[in-house]
């Protein structure tokens, strides 16, 4: 099994692409469970080859699918029959966002091999649009594409490492990240979902990272890294987060999909690196028990240290600020460390 893109239908389940069998598989959230599948390998109608990225139209229940191998956006209605499928210039269509104008059904198309961002109107290739991209700014290999609620586009420029802001005339106003393994970089990135605030979540796949943008590149969480325990990646793929804000990551290399709370959740989550979920052992109002293995030591002031950035992204404020001061800072693994 090699897992994919991710989509998340708001009612307790999600759909997981899955390159080696060449299906998408539907799961229940809470329990784990598979619940059946669609889709064979292939090339006929309703077939697969290396299929990626999905996006579920809530307000229609169909599911559009980068269907890889194929070079083609396979189209599926909700009770998983196929509708259709179009593929005019498509080479290696790995990314795509789906947005409804009237009667209109727009999917651009991040084509990886084209290195092209295409768009399609009901189908029918929209041969007037293009992106004004800059000479120093060029497309390489973008691997997805994005719609915020203001029709600007962000395009995952993965070949340089960048996520690239176009308005919705296609003009480019800005990008950030640039190739590597530092704050805000990015290393091959494959995939990207937008929040209803507006934040991007870019799965950052050779940093085996998950990292968090503001609309203007601010970077505002980071988590992950390389292993295969809870909170741990190897080479991430698919992302979607839902309406409540809770996001899914395809762990690709470890065959799994990870499921990250709301940042600001009433309830601790376990931190990459613990071991069970946090715990306030002594009862006054704030996590001592940072890796979650049953005692406070300093093995916890370690982990916090390490992780606070990940901590402030996606662990309650009000537990985890040890000292108290608004915000999760070194301040707070010192206050941690006096309290052992």
């Not at 229940?28 to 669609?38: A, K, L, P, Y």
């Not at 991209?133 to 719609?147: C, F, H, I, R, Y």
């Not at 409540?244 to 470890?254: F, K, R, T």
Request: with cysteine; charged share 20%.
């Amino acid at each position: 099994m090699k897992p994919s893109g991710i989509a998340a239908d708001g009612q307790g389940h999600v759909y997981v692409s899955d390159v080696t069998s060449c299906t998408v598989s539907k799961w229940n959230i809470e329990t784990g469970q598979w619940i059946n599948s669609f889709g064979s390998r292939g090339s006929g109608e309703g077939q697969f080859i290396s299929p990626g990225k999905i996006v579920k139209d809530e307000r229609s229940g169909k599911f559009y699918i980068a269907d890889q191998g194929n070079g083609r956006i396979d189209i599926f209605n909700e009770d998983y029959l196929i509708e259709g499928y179009f593929k005019d210039e498509l080479y290696l269509p790995t990314g795509l966002a789906v947005t409804i104008d009237g009667n209109m059904t727009i999917v651009l198309v991040a084509d990886a091999v084209g290195n092209k961002v295409l768009k399609y109107i009901n189908g029918t290739l929209d041969d007037g649009f293009h992106l004004n991209t800059p000479p120093e700014a060029p497309l390489n290999n973008p691997m997805d594409v994005a719609v915020d609620r203001n029709k600007n586009i962000y395009v995952l420029n993965s070949g340089r490492g960048t996520v690239q802001v176009y308005d919705p005339e296609g003009n480019l106003a800005t990008s950030w990240g640039g190739i590597g393994n530092g704050t805000g970089q990015l290393n091959w990135p494959y995939s990207m979902t937008i929040d209803d605030q507006g934040d991007l979540f870019v799965s950052d796949t050779h940093n085996d990272r998950i990292q968090k943008y503001s609309s203007n590149g601010t970077l505002l969480a980071s988590f992950g890294g390389k292993g295969t325990g809870v909170g741990q990646f190897i080479d991430p793929s698919g992302i979607t987060v839902d309406a409540s804000g809770i996001v899914y990551v395809v762990d690709s290399g470890n065959s799994r999909v990870q499921i990250f709370k709301k940042q600001g959740s009433a309830d601790p989550v376990i931190i990459p690196g613990g071991v069970g979920v946090p715990r306030d052992i002594d009862d006054d109002g704030t996590i001592d028990d940072v890796n979650g293995n049953g005692r406070r030591d300093f093995a916890d002031v370690v982990l916090y240290f390490n992780q606070m950035t990940w901590i402030a992204g996606n662990e309650p404020l009000s537990l985890f600020d040890i000292n108290k001061n608004g915000r999760i800072d070194f301040a707070d693994a010192v206050a941690l460390f006096n309290s052992l």
